[in-house]
């Protein structure tokens, strides 16, 4: 973490907590409640995965991670139940998740992405791939970007790992709903890291970095109910330490494909 974000995060002794959860960690940043970065390693190869779809595993459950307080992180209270048009927005995604060598692993795979560590507030035109009618004209960037990554692993080799999290900014907008004024974050990271094969049949590890933001459906919709084609948003990943205070591995750095736009 960057000196001047290293205050706000959740610690013990004097140490950074990292939550491990199947295929995924995360750093919890206390003052905001929210996820500060997390990184999941993912695998598309579909002997990995159900067939069964999302129903397989049955209703959507969002828990308190009980190995740190509460009060550490949001919950629908504070901004999911009442602020209608905000989606308990995961940053390491369901589908990414949910694979493994066994029907068991899969499943606590797929069941970990609901913990409340691993969500942040944001606009349903924002999260989902397909808002639907009641946000005209929009197709959810966050979600698509997601869509786009899954469909880009289908073949060759299926894994990577995604590196995410919000730009925690301090002039953020806040809202109060009744337990207090909560912070939600206008702006989202996202690194994908993958191995790649040249013409030799030599691997190498290369980075796409992304910054991706939700200010224009908040603007337009507000909160309460009354690379392909998203190179544009790609940027190196030394913007993203500069905006979001994550320090990331030299290894990561010196693979950007960003680095020198």
Request: aromatic share 12%.
């Amino acid at each position: 973490m960057s000196q001047e974000r290293d205050q706000e995060m959740y610690k013990e002794n004097g140490q950074i907590v990292v939550l491990k959860y199947h295929h995924f960690s995360l750093a919890m940043n206390a003052s905001r409640r929210m996820q500060m970065w997390s990184a999941v390693n993912v695998d598309y190869d579909a002997s990995k995965r159900t067939s069964s779809g999302r129903a397989f595993f049955g209703q959507d459950r969002w828990v308190f991670d009980p190995r740190i307080p509460q009060k550490y992180q949001l919950g629908d209270p504070d901004i999911y139940a009442p602020a209608k048009q905000i989606d308990r927005g995961h940053i390491v995604r369901r589908e990414d998740n949910a694979w493994g060598d066994t029907p068991t692993e899969i499943e606590f795979a797929n069941s970990d992405t609901f913990h409340f560590s691993n969500c942040t507030p944001q606009h349903a035109a924002f999260n989902r791939s397909q808002p639907g009618k009641q946000w005209p004209g929009v197709q959810g960037l966050w979600g698509g970007f997601e869509n786009h990554i899954q469909r880009d692993l289908q073949s060759g080799d299926t894994r990577a790992c995604i590196i995410a999290g919000p730009i925690l900014n301090p002039n953020d907008p806040s809202e109060d709903f009744g337990t207090g004024p909560v912070q939600y974050p206008l702006v989202f990271w996202k690194v994908v890291a993958v191995s790649t094969r040249d013409t030799n049949g030599r691997r190498s590890l290369r980075t796409y970095g992304f910054r991706l933001s939700q200010k224009d459906v908040v603007d337009r919709f507000g909160v309460e109910f009354a690379p392909g084609e998203y190179v544009r948003y790609q940027v190196a990943l030394s913007a993203i330490s500069d905006e979001a205070g994550v320090i990331f591995d030299d290894v990561l750095l010196r693979a950007d494909t960003h680095a020198d736009a």
